[in-house]
């Protein structure tokens, strides 16, 4: 039996139950003017609503909530993981090490900090954060809390899907995005339990590719450093844990170019006065190219966050790309 088999509908229900009172059963949204122009009902899980502004509270949550007295956390993120994992660890009154590229988003560097965290950077091009890490962990006796590739965290951010179901019942499709493949991973086992016959999809930017390419070659293949300003997604090869589950469970992987992904972010600002970064937007930006096939169906939509400053989410939203004319 592969290790994939260990991420189990009953382990994303029983996550449900430790999330339950803490995270935040975020709202599922409709827009009537997407309904029409994609001739489909789209049903959008907003967790830029969520505790931290993004899914990735729940996975934090459910693993650490787990754990025996741990000294300490030691984290590696861009952002979004980082945030959860601070603000888990002040929740739960234990120190906690991120360690985020010196490119950070600095609203999301605030943040860390806020929590009570402490922050060590490094640089991408230069220095491995799992080797960073893997030093604190052992110089402070830490544990450490994976971004995407642990059962457990899988495990939280499936919750994400089957909040979706209860509310709004089967779907045809539910669109995903994918960075280390965390959130698709527990998305698509819970989909797959709740609506058996559901299509699920997911969505890379063009430029940070790698899990459309392991897919098409059959293994994990790494590119490299990945420039999409889709920062939460800036991952160079699938997960160990998470590959295995995304061949299994995932009809397909597409990809979306910036321009796509800031049109998806306009339309959320315009036509909904919602606020998404690029990462969250992504899945939604798939959708509205016309590419999926959605026509007369009912479709789940992740939007996976929202941490964003407003210097760069106003630059994006009225840079050339954006074509929207409201």
Not at 88 to 94: C, E, G, H, L, M
Not at 260 to 270: K, Q, R
């Amino acid at each position: 039996m592969s290790r994939s088999a260990l991420l189990e509908f009953p382990d994303i229900l029983a996550a449900a139950d430790r999330l339950s009172g803490v995270a935040n059963r975020t709202p599922v949204l409709t827009s009537r003017t997407l309904n029409e122009v994609l001739g489909a009902s789209l049903f959008l899980k907003a967790e830029q609503f969520q505790r931290g502004g993004a899914f990735k509270f729940r996975g934090a949550y459910n693993k650490i909530s787990q754990l025996e007295n741990p000294a300490a956390l030691v984290a590696y993120s861009s952002g979004n993981h980082a945030q959860a994992v601070a603000l888990v660890a002040r929740i739960k009154r234990i120190p906690a090490t991120i360690v985020m590229p010196g490119d950070a988003p600095p609203v999301k560097l605030r943040a860390v900090k806020e929590y009570g965290a402490e922050v060590i950077n490094y640089d991408p091009s230069s220095e491995d954060r799992a080797e960073i890490a893997a030093k604190l962990v052992a110089e402070r006796r830490a544990v450490l809390i994976p971004p995407y590739d642990d059962f457990d965290v899988m495990a939280g951010a499936g919750t994400t899907a089957v909040e979706l179901f209860d509310e709004v019942g089967e779907l045809d499709v539910l669109v995903v995005c994918i960075g280390g493949g965390g959130l698709i991973a527990g998305c698509a086992t819970a989909a797959h339990a709740m609506s058996p016959g559901i299509q699920v999809i997911g969505v890379e930017p063009d430029d940070a590719n790698d899990t459309a390419l392991s897919i098409a070659a059959g293994k994990r293949v790494v590119i490299d450093a990945p420039r999409t300003e889709a920062d939460g997604l800036k991952v160079r090869t699938p997960g160990v844990l998470t590959f295995p589950i995304v061949q299994r469970h995932v009809e397909s992987v597409v990809t979306v170019s910036g321009p796509e992904i800031v049109e998806a972010m306009a339309f959320l600002f315009e036509r909904m006065s919602l606020v998404v970064e690029p990462s969250g937007a992504v899945a939604l930006a798939a959708a509205m190219t016309g590419r999926l096939n959605l026509e007369g169906k009912r479709v789940g939509v992740i939007i996976s966050g929202g941490n964003i400053g407003p210097e760069r989410f106003c630059r994006l939203v009225s840079s050339p790309w954006n074509h929207q004319d409201g």
